[in-house]
């Protein structure tokens, strides 16, 4: 039985940071592909950040890259994603989800939400 579990939202100023976690069990991070996706009220799910190979290739969408960064920590099956130069418009809820293996896909596909089989409960992050 899969788990993934968020946490570390909150609620921040404009220009700070927050790093978010997602603890897996039941799934090993070093063999699959693992992302980030956010949802605002009223607006479709939007992916962020996602490793798209297992060598640990990575992509952003365009509104975060040089603000966000994924990691991952294999040993703790532990994914992060570290978010500075917060801006109002990042308030969501934050989604982790994994796909089912990591067989190949085009970097920008890594950001479609239908690409991935297991997802967690959120956790929220508000910028004023």
């Known amino acids: 039985h899969v788990q993934l579990v968020e946490s570390g939202g909150g609620s921040v100023q404009a220009g700070g940071s927050l790093r978010l976690s997602c603890a897996a069990s039941?799934?090993?991070?070093?063999?699959?592909?693992m992302g980030w996706f956010r949802q605002a009220p009223g607006k479709e799910r939007e992916g962020v950040a996602a490793?798209?190979?297992?060598?640990?290739?990575?992509y952003y969408t365009d509104s975060v890259k040089g603000r966000f960064t994924i990691s991952r920590d294999n040993a703790k099956n532990t994914m992060y994603l570290q978010m500075s130069s917060l801006k109002p418009e990042d308030t969501a809820m934050y989604y982790c989800a994994a796909r089912l293996g990591c067989a190949y896909i085009l970097a920008r596909y890594s950001l479609r939400p239908t690409e991935y089989v297991y997802w967690g409960q959120g956790t929220q992050v508000t910028v004023s």
């Open positions: 039941g799934y090993t991070y070093s063999s699959n592909c």
């Open positions: 490793y798209y190979t297992g060598g640990g290739s990575t």
